[in-house]
């Protein structure tokens, strides 16, 4: 699956940045501002990956079934826009990993959940992205993941076949998503790992412990 390979997308949350501490921060804010204890990053770090249902289940055991979980919902959101990269870093390595693509000639994308709302201003933000050739939103396509059309729309952004390419995501979502777009897939174990099954369950192609790894993956293709 890592033979002729032209891009390589991305998961955003989790496996380029670590946004837990803002995405943490915005959810604890909503703690203290009722008068609640504040909760360590700790808690809330596994779950960064499921943006508001995750952080909110974390701050006050909610699912978004449950009555008030919407209103809640906007008023995290307010709060994360506020701050979305006081605290989020992009992960040691990703730079060199980035630059290490493009010297092979090779084209690279992001591929989230997030809503464009917060993508957009946030990839703007870090330079890290200028040189993505595609950055597509969970609400870019009619569907987000697990379904494969936010993969399938960034290769079709990079005007390359979906084949030719390889998805990199620290979620479960992440992996079904690629193998139904017909990508090769990677896990990437530093990163949140929010799912219920442990990562070598996921079906993935192969797993990476750091983005450096992904590097020697193509280099034994």
Same mark, same amino acid.
């Given at each position: =699956?890592?033979?002729?390979?032209?891009?390589?997308?991305?998961?955003?949350?989790?496996?380029?940045?670590?946004?837990?501490?803002?995405?943490?921060?915005?959810?604890?804010?909503?703690?203290?501002?009722?008068?609640?204890?504040? %909760?360590?990053?700790?808690?809330?770090?596994?779950?960064?990956?499921?943006?508001?249902?995750? =952080?909110?289940?974390?701050?006050?055991? @909610?699912?978004?079934?449950?009555?008030?979980?919407?209103? %809640? $919902? /906007?008023?995290?959101?307010?709060?994360?826009?506020?701050?979305?990269?006081?605290?989020?870093?992009?992960?040691?390595?990703?730079?060199?990993?980035?630059?290490?693509?493009?010297?092979? +000639?090779?084209?690279?994308?992001?591929?989230?959940?997030?809503?464009?709302?917060?993508?957009?201003?946030?990839?703007?933000? =870090?330079?890290?992205?200028?040189?993505?050739?595609?950055?597509?939103?969970?609400?870019?396509?009619?569907?987000?993941?697990?379904?494969?059309?936010? @993969?399938? /729309?960034?290769?079709? $952004?990079?005007?390359?076949?979906?084949?030719?390419?390889?998805?990199?995501?620290?979620?479960?979502?992440?992996?079904?998503?690629?193998?139904?777009?017909? =990508?090769?897939?990677?896990?990437?174990?530093?990163?949140?790992? +929010?799912?219920?099954?442990?990562?070598?369950?996921?079906?993935?192609?192969?797993?990476?412990?750091?983005?450096?790894?992904?590097?020697? @993956? @193509? +280099?034994?293709?």
């Amino acid at each position: =699956m890592f033979h002729n390979i032209r891009a390589v997308l991305f998961d955003l949350d989790g496996t380029l940045i670590d946004s837990a501490p803002d995405l943490a921060a915005a959810a604890d804010k909503m703690r203290t501002d009722r008068g609640q204890e504040s %909760l360590p990053l700790a808690r809330y770090r596994s779950m960064a990956g499921a943006g508001a249902r995750g =952080m909110l289940g974390e701050a006050f055991g @909610l699912k978004p079934e449950d009555a008030g979980f919407a209103a %809640l $919902r /906007e008023e995290f959101f307010a709060n994360y826009e506020a701050r979305m990269t006081v605290l989020t870093e992009v992960f040691d390595g990703v730079p060199a990993l980035i630059q290490a693509l493009q010297a092979r +000639g090779l084209a690279w994308g992001v591929v989230t959940n997030k809503a464009m709302r917060f993508t957009d201003p946030l990839t703007r933000a =870090m330079p890290l992205f200028s040189s993505a050739g595609a950055v597509v939103s969970g609400d870019t396509t009619p569907h987000a993941k697990p379904h494969p059309a936010p @993969l399938l /729309e960034a290769a079709a $952004r990079l005007k390359i076949d979906a084949s030719q390419c390889i998805y990199v995501g620290d979620d479960e979502r992440d992996i079904v998503a690629g193998l139904a777009a017909g =990508m090769g897939t990677v896990a990437a174990t530093y990163g949140y790992l +929010g799912s219920a099954q442990a990562p070598h369950a996921w079906g993935a192609h192969a797993a990476i412990k750091s983005p450096s790894e992904l590097l020697q @993956l @193509l +280099g034994q293709a």
